[in-house]
């Protein structure tokens, strides 16, 4: 029998009680260091001790939980590169479940154990994140895959962690209509929901495939369709480090530079050709191949947005590369902002806030080694809170921002150089 006990928690009372536990044990550490970093004396948001205890307890935890620590560990901003090594465990090495458990989803799910699933079947996994884990494995026809198989339970986890911080966030609304949320929430809700479907995601990753088929220096994996149900996917093996261990090999600045570049193609480019974005970009999910090319993983949070909403972004991206004048409140407004403010202070704001985003966009090569967008953009929110909080987005940007400043992060821990505008002249090309 499989050993229960390794599993991640399901119920919302057990889950709520982890995590009051290590509120407590780290609210103190964070607030006081949170202070320091204020008054300019302190680097980082927490010390490497509390790094370990949130690595261990969000790493138990899985699910939302650890989706929330995969986040913070991407702050280069707000955290020491010793800090950010420990959290960084959270985005590929959580604490895996039993074999045996492994082998008992799979008989469940094929009707057959995986060693006569498959030709061959790693029992130690090559990955364990959020949701499930991934191991390596051969098929019958000689075939290199990686099958990642979910956690019993974490659907009840997922929808448990979901449940608490929408408690949260509707006693919020209540509270502050300024501070209301609920609409972001819905749609954050409704797409993590949805990544326990691994049939779902073997349908987005065959759509991603189709996106970046002209960006040929991009590889998407495969669909094993023969090997996958809703809790199990197996994927075509793909081989070379992830972007953590691609930079725990110090490697220099042109190839930083290369992979960099890669990267925002990987983002930015199924957004501009077919509204595609991986709204996951955390650095577990890419890896640098041996062939030179970039290998994109886990498609469970992609998401396709509206026509609006992409020739929106493409018209705006193609005047201001081309040195023109760009209507920030009608922009905001035709993709769907809800704007509270005369015209006049909003207008300024949100010219403000384009000023600080357009920066790496309009240098002729931008070095993310000393980038401070995310810096600047935190200091001008602070200091415009109050306006700011009533010009609200559109629901289903929520993602879409979330990719957009995890790949910002990801090319400021790269630290490469990059000639981002001639990469979106190239992209805007492709149409």
């Known amino acids: 029998m499989s050993d229960d006990s390794k599993l991640p928690p399901s119920g919302r009372f057990q889950r709520l009680r982890k995590l009051a536990g290590l509120s407590a044990q780290l609210g103190g550490d964070v607030i006081v260091r949170g202070v320091k970093r204020l008054a300019g004396s302190e680097p980082s948001l927490m010390s490497k001790g509390t790094a370990e205890k ?19 560990s991407m702050e280069p901003d707000l955290l020491t590169p010793e800090v950010r090594q420990v959290l960084a465990r959270l985005q590929n090495e959580a ?33 364990a994140a959020s949701l499930g884990q991934v191991h390596r494995a051969r098929l019958a026809d000689g075939r290199e895959v990686a099958v990642k198989v979910q956690y019993p339970g974490i659907s009840a986890a997922l929808s448990s962690d979901l449940d608490s911080l929408g408690t949260l966030v509707r006693a919020v609304a209540k509270t502050a209509k300024g501070l209301d949320g609920t609409a972001y929430f819905r749609e954050l ?22 996106s970046v088929r002209p960006l040929t220096d991009l590889r998407v994996p495969e669909v094993v369709t023969s090997h996958s149900t809703n809790r199990v996917l197996t994927l075509e093996y793909l081989a070379g480090p992830t972007l953590k261990q691609f930079l725990s090999e110090n490697p220099s600045l042109e190839e930083r530079s290369r992979v960099s570049r ?7 480019g199924p957004f501009l050709l077919t509204g595609d974005i991986h709204a996951d970009p955390h650095p577990g999910n890419f890896l640098v191949m041996p062939d030179g090319r970039l290998g994109v993983l886990d498609f469970g949070a992609v998401k396709r947005m509206s026509a609006p909403f992409v020739e929106a972004h493409r018209r705006v991206f193609k005047e201001a590369l081309a040195g023109q004048d760009v209507d920030g409140l009608a922009f905001c407004r035709e993709v769907g902002f809800t704007v509270e403010l005369p015209d006049d202070e909003a207008r300024a704001l949100i010219a403000g806030i384009m000023e600080i985003g357009r920066r790496p966009l309009d240098a002729p090569e931008y070095d993310y080694a000393t980038d401070e967008t995310s810096k600047a953009m935190r200091t001008f929110f602070t200091r415009n809170a109050p306006k700011l909080m009533k010009i609200r987005p559109p629901p289903e940007s929520v993602l879409f921002m979330r990719s957009v400043g995890g790949c910002g992060q990801n090319l400021k821990l790269l630290g490469g150089r990059l000639a981002m505008g001639n990469l979106f002249r190239e992209l805007l090309a492709l149409d």
Not at 95 to 123: D, L, N, R, T
Not at 189 to 210: I, V
């Open 189 to 210: 809700r409704e797409q993590m929901l949805l990544e326990a479907d691994y049939l779902r995601e073997a349908t987005l990753a065959k759509a991603f495939a189709d």
């Open 95 to 127: 604490p895996p479940m039993p074999y045996a458990q492994v082998a008992e989803v799979i008989e469940e799910e094929f009707g057959k154990p995986p060693e006569q699933a498959f030709a061959h079947f790693e029992q130690v996994p090559m990955a």
């Open 262 to 268: 890669l990267l925002a193609r990987g983002i930015y």
């Open 54 to 72: 949130l690595v261990a307890t969000l790493g138990d935890l899985k699910g939302a939980a650890m989706k929330f620590g995969q986040a913070v």
